[in-house]
């Protein structure tokens, strides 16, 4: 009577798609907006707001808010009126003319609840400097027991957040879980601070908070790392067949191997359920994954028990 032995072959794994990515502590002001006022034009300008904390800490500026119809020149009659709100842990706001004016640079402050500043032709001041404005980058890899580590998935952004990322304003990193992941990695892709490879997570965290910490320069995985079932002896059996079934789309390659090291693939690869004839006599037999895209393949081998 045949014997049915279960090669196992292990599914790729897939990695999360684009995390989340959430600032912390404190954000730019929002619903920024500016109007003309007194006699007004055809001249366009610009400003950007900046929040700042009471520890001196910074939030990323905002969009440009932009009003077509200034006067060509500022005057405490024609100025322009800017308004926006607060985020909470403001103290104090920054305001920036970015385009038109006199000149274009950190023009004045206010206090946090004020939420409106006159342009009246101020001149720019040396300091402070606009925050450039950096896209938050973030890539989650999946983790599998026997080590392997998948190809990570799509990018997470966010534009807005903290100037500096620390304790105290991080970015908060979220994803949806991975079927048959293990684990995470947490890959932090732009490069305000080093990019790289910033920690791991188990199976049962699928959040992560960036502090600031840089990463280890790395860059996040690109290639799969195939599956390969565990070895399987086959010395105790003759006329041996492997069938693979399943529903998947991928390729699986079965391999042989007589001095346990040097595997050689026996048949043509499967890219649908299908049977083969083993026609060497090996003492250890796998099956490999060497290309996947969904689904799941399941092989077994049956042979005439000899020993």
């Known amino acids: 009577m045949a014997k049915l032995i279960d090669l196992a072959p292990l599914q790729k794994l897939a990695s999360p798609g684009a995390p989340t990515v959430t600032p912390g502590g404190m954000l730019a002001p929002t619903s920024g907006a500016v109007a003309a006022q007194g006699t007004t034009g055809a001249a366009t300008c610009s400003y950007k707001l900046v929040s700042v904390a009471a520890s001196g800490a910074r939030s990323l500026a905002t969009a440009n808010v932009t009003v077509a119809n200034a006067n060509a020149t500022q005057t405490s009659l024609n100025k322009n009126h800017i308004t926006w709100v607060d985020d909470p842990a403001a103290a104090t706001i920054e305001v920036y003319r970015t385009v038109g004016g006199a000149d274009q640079g950190f023009i004045g402050s206010v206090l946090a609840g004020v939420q409106a500043f006159d342009d009246t032709g101020i001149a720019r001041a040396v300091s402070p400097i606009l925050p450039v404005a950096t896209t938050r980058k973030y890539k989650i890899a999946a983790l599998g027991t026997d080590g392997r580590r998948a190809v990570a998935g799509a990018e997470g952004t966010s534009a807005v957040g903290p100037e500096t990322i620390t304790a105290a304003t991080p970015m908060t990193v979220d994803w949806a879980a991975s079927t048959d992941a293990q684990g995470y990695e947490v890959w932090r892709t732009d490069t305000l ?7 791991e997570t188990t199976s049962a965290v699928t959040i992560y908070s960036d502090t600031g910490a840089a990463g ?12 390969i079932s565990e070895p399987v002896s086959t010395l105790p059996y003759d006329a041996k067949s492997i069938q693979v079934g399943g529903t998947f789309v991928g390729t699986y390659q079965v391999q042989g191997t007589i001095n346990g090291t040097d595997w050689v693939d026996e048949g043509a690869a499967f890219t649908a359920i299908g049977t083969i004839d083993v026609a060497h006599t090996w003492s250890l037999m796998r099956v490999k994954n060497t290309a996947f895209t969904s689904g799941a393949a399941t092989a077994h081998l049956a042979g005439r028990q000899i020993s």
């Open 193 to 199: 601070v080093a990019k790289g490879l910033l920690g």
């Open 216 to 227: 280890d320069g790395a860059t996040a995985p690109s290639v799969d790392e195939t599956g």
